[in-house]
Nanobody, 114 residues
Framework: VQLQASGGGLVQPGGSLRLSCAVS????????TGWYRQAPGNQRELVAV???????DYADSVKGRFTISRDNAKNTVYLQMNSLRPEDTAVYYC?????????WGQGTKVTVSS
């Protein structure tokens, strides 16, 4: 199973980025797909997750600013990030869970700075 994350970069506070994660499984075989992030010195934390039925959940810190979605035809999950803040700076990882397995992408770095 392969997950290819992309879309990170440097953005000013208040700006937007869209992360993409291309997965090598069809979503029919996946329980959940999500985005996690890890800032220097911090533990990896859940940012957003989307289930096989399309249900979504978000960390409180990103609710109302970030949106997770997927394109079943492209086997790709997206994370639209708006109103970015310096505290959103981290390496973002995509993850998929297909019981009993959990797979990680390579990470894409997001830096929010003026």
């Amino acid at each position: 199973v392969q997950l290819q994350a992309s879309g990170g970069g440097l953005v000013q506070p208040g700006g937007s980025l869209r992360l993409s994660c291309a997965v090598s499984l069809t979503f029919l075989n996946i329980d959940t797909t999500g985005w996690y992030r890890q800032a220097p010195g911090n533990q990896r934390e859940l940012v957003a997750v989307i289930s096989s039925s399309g249900g979504t959940d978000y960390a409180d810190s990103v609710k109302g600013r970030f949106t997770i979605s997927r394109d079943n035809a492209k086997n790709t999950v997206y994370l639209q990030m708006n109103s970015l803040r310096p505290e959103d700076t981290a390496v973002y990882y995509c993850n998929l869970k297909s019981r009993p397995y959990s797979y990680w992408g390579q990470g894409t770095k997001v830096t929010v700075s003026s």
